[in-house]
């Protein structure tokens, strides 16, 4: 099994390789066919699915993804894989192997590097009491022929992504995948010709240049905080996003720092809630990752953005400490062993459904531009169904772009297509997508509302949860046109 060095090995090199191919390959000409068959906007895991899924359903395809970020960067996120998730991952994944072991596909090792989880218990923080039992084995029954939902570290995952899309097959030999330090400004549409214009504002050796890039098609992949999502939805109410008034804390701890009766079994994850302050949780679960523990720890505040803001100093970690003062010391002591590498802090934030819904703001129905992900239908990160729903994205756009190709000839490819066909695609995409998106989105919603005033026991939170979790095993991406029910 790879180590965590050996992972971040991997990230390092491909961040080595495609900062180097951004600051080098930049060019601010017209050209006169597109520089690229699709740009995607965002190089998170959301944007990284999406490239992988393009290539392995429509190759040969020269997708482009531009990012902001000058690296990729590390956290120590626990992304939970529910079996809607592991079923997008397996279609987008299909047989790449990895170049390390050509006898294993990537999909293997997703496989080996995430985590069932078949308990949860929760314990009341000053006494150590447990108030609740949940086995997660039980909702299987369901899951006839299905992967299991599962658990994995979000830089294991997005290495495997990154080895996907280095496996997957390249349009040209001059093609790069991914540009870093290439801040979206911009796009334009352009009737005549039928392509998108995309300006970026890009970080080079000797300073910043603006850099304009053309495409077919125009992907949004930049989450929550999309700068794309307000130039597609400038003819109507541009979705607000709601803050939950909640900060949630994620790290990676050395095990062999902890007192070995406060380490949970493998498959379980031991939640410490506080009595006093509702919300305030300690939750600890173990990786796969060799005497690694993830660490989730979420409180409720007024200025999430100030607490954010706050983790970006030298005092971050005595911040987060006077959060839960009121904890145990033997919880307290858990903050010390976060290393700053693997810890960041995200404020509990959604696109207001009341604006988006029922129809999200997927595209302006006038262009080949496209959102996906957390940029259309961000959501609460209680369930976290964020990096699952997004993956759904990337493998059903794929697919549909895929079926529309076919219905003109075999071997057509999105070059052949027209922008109305591309747009029509897109079309296709939300009828499919909306209905469903929108579900997940307010089931996501209510829960997150429920944790807030403290009633995850009610009878109409426990009915709520078993409606979400049959919407999750019951969904397979359609590799045709029709709508998803």
Not at 383 to 390: D, E, M, P
Not at 402 to 410: G, L, N, P, R, V
Not at 420 to 436: F, G, P, S, W, Y
Request: proline residues 5%; charged residues 20%.
């Amino acid at each position: 099994m790879p180590s965590v060095t050996g992972l971040l090995l991997l990230s390092f090199f491909c961040t080595t390789r495609v900062t180097s191919l951004c600051t080098t390959n930049l060019s601010t000409s017209r050209p006169i066919h597109p520089d690229h068959d699709v740009i995607i906007v965002g190089g998170s895991i959301c944007g990284l699915a999406t490239a992988v899924a393009l290539k392995t359903q429509l190759s040969p395809i020269n997708a482009q993804i531009y990012e902001r970020a000058t690296s990729l960067k590390k956290n120590g996120a626990l992304l939970s894989l529910f079996p809607n998730g592991m079923t997008a991952l397996q279609n987008i994944l299909g047989d790449l192997h990895t170049s390390r072991d050509p006898k294993r596909t990537l999909w293997d090792i997703l496989n080996q590097q995430s985590v069932p989880l078949q308990q949860t218990i929760i314990k009341e923080v000053l006494t150590g009491q447990v108030t609740d039992e949940r086995v997660v084995n039980s909702v299987d029954k369901t899951n006839e022929g299905k992967s299991p939902g599962r658990f994995i570290l979000w830089y294991q995952l997005q290495s495997i992504l990154l080895e996907a899309l280095k496996a997957a097959p390249l349009a040209d030999e001059n093609e790069n995948c991914m540009s870093l330090g290439c801040e979206f400004q911009s796009y334009s549409f352009d009737n005549s010709t039928g392509l998108i214009r995309a300006t970026f504002k890009a970080t080079t050796d000797t300073g910043e240049i603006n850099v304009e890039k053309t495409c077919r098609l125009l992907i949004g992949a930049d989450g929550i905080r999309s700068t794309l999502r307000p130039l597609i939805s400038r003819s109507g109410p541009t979705p607000q996003i709601r803050s939950y008034k909640r900060i949630i804390f994620r790290s990676l701890v050395d095990a062999t720092g902890i007192a070995p009766e406060f380490i949970p079994s493998t498959g379980t994850a031991v939640v410490y809630k506080s009595v006093t302050n509702v919300g305030q949780i300690f939750k600890l679960q173990p990786c796969s990752e060799a005497k690694t523990i993830a660490l989730t720890a979420t409180a409720s505040t007024e200025d999430t953005e100030e607490v954010v803001r706050q983790w970006q100093s030298n005092e971050a970690i005595s911040n987060w400490k006077k959060m839960f003062s009121d904890f145990p010391r033997n919880v307290l002591d858990l903050i010390d062993l976060c290393p700053s590498v693997f810890t960041n802090c995200v404020s509990d934030l959604q696109i207001d459904d009341k604006v988006a819904s029922p129809t999200l703001c997927w595209s302006n129905g006038d262009e080949p531009v496209v959102l996906v992900g957390d940029a259309v239908h961000g959501m609460t990160p209680s369930l976290g169904q964020g990096a699952n729903v997004c993956m759904e994205d990337a493998i059903e756009l794929a697919m549909i772009l895929k079926h529309t190709c076919e219905s003109e000839t075999a071997d057509a490819s999105i070059r052949d297509l027209t922008p109305a066909q591309v747009m029509r695609t897109i079309t296709l995409l939300q009828a499919t997508r909306n209905e469903r998106v929108v579900g997940i989105h307010r089931s996501s919603r209510n829960q997150a509302s429920m944790k807030l005033s403290g009633d995850s026991s009610l009878k109409s939170y426990q009915e709520e949860n078993e409606i979400f979790f049959r919407r999750l095993y019951e969904w397979t991406p359609k590799s045709n046109a029709d709508k998803q029910n």
